[in-house]
């Protein structure tokens, strides 16, 4: 991730940040762009990130004229744009169009690979466990940015 971010052409400084209490980082990390934003506001700013709660700091300097974007990944994806790669990469591995889509509801679902593996026993049980098994072993390569083995 270190090589990805000094690659890529946005700016970026290394702040420590103190963390503890639930969303102690969000709340600091929209502060901070706050403090961005009052120091250059005719820049463009992004946050990148799969949290969805970061859509309502990105509406409210929307509504007072700043650029402020919510990206899923450092190439610049939004949300639906990631959505759209996973589906098309578990239909590849996936070939039963109707398996895939709800494999792909599931990985979006999970922050962690054992919780995709969970659901997937959960949804597939009624056929035997093998099948569970085998679209885990499937998609598993998929599974990069999830925590967990």
């Known amino acids: 991730m270190h090589r990805k971010i000094n690659a890529c052409k946005a700016q970026f400084n290394l702040t420590e940040v103190k963390t503890g209490k639930a969303n102690a980082l969000d709340f600091q990390l929209v502060t901070y762009l706050g403090y961005l934003i009052a120091m250059a506001p005719k820049h463009n700013y ?4 799969q949290d969805k709660g970061f859509k309502s ?3 409210f300097w929307k509504e007072r004229g700043i650029n402020v974007a919510l990206v899923s990944d450092l190439a610049g994806r939004d949300e639906d ?3 759209n790669q996973l589906a098309k990469d578990v ?3 996936v070939k039963d169009k109707a398996v895939a889509d709800k494999v792909t ?3 979006l679902k999970y922050k962690t ?3 995709i593996n969970n659901a997937l026993v959960r949804e597939f049980q009624s056929q035997d466990n093998k099948k569970a098994s085998e679209l885990y072993k499937a ?4 599974l990069k940015d999830k925590k967990g083995k």
């Open 91 to 93: 239909r590849a591995v």
């Open 57 to 59: 700091a990105c509406q």
């Open 46 to 49: 992004y946050i990148v990130s």
């Open 105 to 107: 509801r599931i990985i």
């Open 81 to 83: 744009q990631v959505e």
């Open 113 to 115: 690979k054992q919780g």
């Open 139 to 142: 998609i598993k390569p998929l």
